[in-house]
């Protein structure tokens, strides 16, 4: 089963190591994982994609939660939630593909930030699921080269991770 | 008043009221040594080589209950150290590990003896540090102790480098630590400790099983109450070893792999489990799919991690071993009910029949050694009031099964990282922590060789260390597994070429024995153990061919014990 883990950690050197060390010496599998300092400087939030039996998982929240780094941790998954990826494509335009590509990136509402003669830089957001239809309707043949930032995710609703008495 | 980093180091030593560091001098450290060498109330330990360092400590560590420190210099002070660390580690031990770094503007350039000592040890400690700006120093230090100390202790390591020991800033040492990122719990959940107390009482065949967390916490008073109130049988792992007394009619002995066949047995039929402090280990478990098939299961445990990560438990209790146990001894005094005497009764006679097969027998010779006899000879002569310290492999299992520990800290042996090289390094700090109490290291060829440098550290600091090597010219162990499982294929498993241990033992100055007579093995040890004053090395020549039983194979049943 795959699973979003959103996990608040002291925003210090080697944080970011100890969780990734601790997957790949656990042998828990990493999708994708995302880092970046809050609102709080001295906190940074991690989204990472997993994927593990019930009883894995939760030996992976127990694991995660003992690193004395590791300050917050809720599985986004158990819950309602939005999960998004930020996504820049550099795709083929030319020719009579030219224009079929733009209407191809308005459809689904992603940006070109970038022409050339011969090519685009499309911004796109959206789950996972979105983005692979994005490069599949694209073709394989027209995708030069693709970056993914791996899933943010967010609780819905009101409860916000975050520090207690916040 | 600025004091160095050096100066303040030491100063948030003594304010932790540390007695002894076991360390290595080395370029990196050479301002902490300048300034330690002043410490009227720190007593600097130099062993031979890093690893004894972290081995001392460790056993200091077990043998006290208060964190070991180390101090090695960067580079190789940090890679020799860190199989110290990682045993350390293994077993919960609580250690604060201080080592040399590189100055911080040379840190990433492979400046000479610089490893990344943070990143080396990241996966055996609990946590670690580098100290980067000395104002940070004391406050790192505390925190150091604390995480070492708490909740499920461990090692801890802090990196300091060179220039962060010369800066100098304003002392003082924190009162406190308060972490928002860390909060070991130790109270036991009230209800969950009432619904266990119901299932523990509703028992018919119930086992008491309890591990190394009984004994890092100190809670062999609790545990053995709550035993006693119940009248159930315990078992105790490797690493809880002496929690309960090893002499009480209600303990059946070590289980596990080369535990007893009543202790594995009892398991395996018991109907309500009390696992405490004990982390279901494979050597524990054999195939866990035929673990305690008709158990429910209790399970207390400091460390929420612990829980069901193997075994699934019934009732899961995160808490201190002392608080949880003290909490449900209340309970049984405050009329919670009483055990159901009849089918414990019952139980009792079973576990007596199982008691009966006399798993642990073994084939007495007037000609060779056997290397139980040495063991059981050694408990007699000592009273069972040793200390004792062990290598890995047969001589400990031996130990394990022979010497009958009645108190904890007093048997000190690597049970998670199976450590060569251990024992005599850690008895050297037991000795030092207990100065005047009878400290063994039961070993043999192979393991002492490990570390034998360290007999030097021994003769500087006086340690009147027993050694005790079971010497059968074979890894044994090794030499076990491949009659059963490798069909006699000794491969390397022969040690050729050894060194003669008298002369050896003599040639670092200490007291050198050869027994080779059963008959002689009781009056060598009743020598050795007299010669108070003096590190006495006992090299037993015993039988080559002993194996260790009872034992359950790889992948089989707790009910499918091998005997004699």
């Known amino acids: ?166 | 008043m600025e004091l160095t980093g050096a100066d303040i180091l030491c100063r948030c030593l003594r304010q932790e009221g540390v007695k002894h560091v076991f360390g290595y001098p080395g370029g990196a450290v050479l301002t902490i040594y300048d300034v330690l060498n002043n410490q009227p109330d720190i007593q600097h330990v130099l062993v031979r080589h890093e690893q004894g360092a972290a081995h001392a400590a460790d056993g200091y560590a077990r043998a006290t209950g208060k964190p070991g420190v180390v101090l090695v210099t960067s580079g190789p002070g940090v890679t020799n150290a860190v199989t110290g660390i990682a045993t350390a580690y293994m077993d919960s031990i609580p250690m604060v590990v201080l080592t040399g770094q590189v100055p911080t503007h040379a840190i990433g350039s492979d400046a000479f003896q610089e490893v990344d000592a943070v990143g080396i040890t990241r996966p055996c400690v609990k946590h670690n540090f580098l100290v980067k700006n000395v104002e940070h120093l004391a406050d790192t230090i505390k925190k150091a102790f604390y995480v070492a100390t708490t909740g499920r202790p461990g090692p801890v390591v802090v990196d300091i480098p060179k220039d962060v020991q010369v800066a100098k800033t304003r002392f003082t040492y924190p009162k406190r630590v308060d972490m928002r990122s860390y909060k070991p719990v130790s109270k036991g959940h009230a209800g969950q400790i009432r619904k266990a107390v119901e299932l523990i009482l509703s028992a018919q065949r119930p086992m008491i099983y309890s591990g190394g967390g009984a004994v890092l916490d100190g809670a062999s008073k609790e545990l053995t109450e709550f035993a006693r109130l119940l009248g159930y049988p315990v078992t105790n792992t490797l690493m809880g070893l002496g929690a309960f007394p090893g002499t009480d009619p209600q303990f059946v002995g070590m289980l596990g792999m080369h535990g007893t066949y009543e202790a594995n047995m009892a398991m395996h039929h018991c109907d309500v489990l009390i696992a405490i402090g004990a982390r279901f280990d494979d050597r524990v478990t054999g195939n866990v799919a035929k673990f305690c098939p008709h158990a429910r299961i209790v399970h207390i445990d400091i460390d929420p991690a612990s829980i069901s990560k193997t075994v699934k438990v019934d009732i899961p209790i995160v808490g201190s071993v002392s608080n949880v146990l003290g909490q449900m001894n209340k309970h049984l005094k405050e009329g919670a009910g009483k055990p159901d005497q009849k089918a414990l009764k019952a139980w009792w006679k079973q576990i007596d029949e199982w008691r009966g097969t006399d798993c642990l027998r073994y084939d007495h010779s007037s000609q060779v050694i056997k290397p139980q006899h040495v063991i059981q000879s050694l408990y007699e002569v000592t009273g069972g009031n040793a200390y004792v310290t062990s290598d890995v492999g047969q001589h400990q299992m031996w130990a394990a099964q022979f010497y009958k520990f009645d108190r904890p800290n007093r048997w000190i042996n690597s049970g998670g990282l199976g450590t060569m090289g251990f024992g005599l390094p850690a008895a050297l700090g037991v000795q030092l922590a207990h100065p005047d109490s009878p400290v063994v290291c039961i070993t043999g060829e192979a393991s002492i060789i490990m570390c034998i440098q360290e007999l030097s550290t021994c003769l500087q600091y006086r340690a009147p260390i027993k050694i005790v090597n079971l010497n059968n010219r074979y890894m044994g162990m090794v030499r076990q597994w491949q009659e059963f499982f490798y069909q006699g294929r000794y491969a390397m498993s022969y040690m050729d070429a050894l060194p003669d241990f008298v002369k050896l033992a003599e040639a670092f100055g200490h007291a050198g024995m050869k027994i080779e007579k059963p008959a002689d093995v009781e009056p060598a040890l009743k020598e050795a153990m007299a010669m108070k004053d003096r590190l006495v090395f006992m090299d037993f020549i015993t039988d080559q061919t002993e194996n260790v039983y009872p034992m359950i194979p790889a992948g089989a049943g707790q009910n499918e014990m091998i005997l004699v």
């Open chain 1, 1 to 166: 089963m795959r699973h979003i883990l959103s996990i608040l950690l002291e925003n210090e050197s080697g944080a970011l190591s100890r969780v990734a060390g601790l997957f790949s010496a656990r042998g828990y599998n990493i999708e994708s994982l995302s880092v970046a300092p809050t609102e709080d400087p001295t906190l940074s939030r991690m989204t990472l994609v997993t994927s593990g039996s019930d009883d894995v998982i939760e030996q992976i929240m127990k694991q995660v939660n003992k690193l004395i780094d590791v300050v917050k941790l809720v599985l986004l998954t158990e819950g309602s939630h939005i999960e998004r990826e930020l996504m820049l494509t550099k795709v083929l335009a030319r020719g009579e593909l030219r224009e079929e590509m733009k209407r191809l990136v308005d459809i689904f509402r992603g940006r070109i930030i970038d022409v050339t003669g011969s090519t685009y830089v499309v911004e796109m957001t959206g789950d996972a699921s979105k983005l692979d239809a994005f490069l599949e309707a694209a073709g394989e043949d027209n995708v030069l080269e693709v970056v993914r930032t791996g899933v943010s995710g967010i609780g819905r609703g009101e409860s916000a991770l975050g520090l207690p008495g916040k």
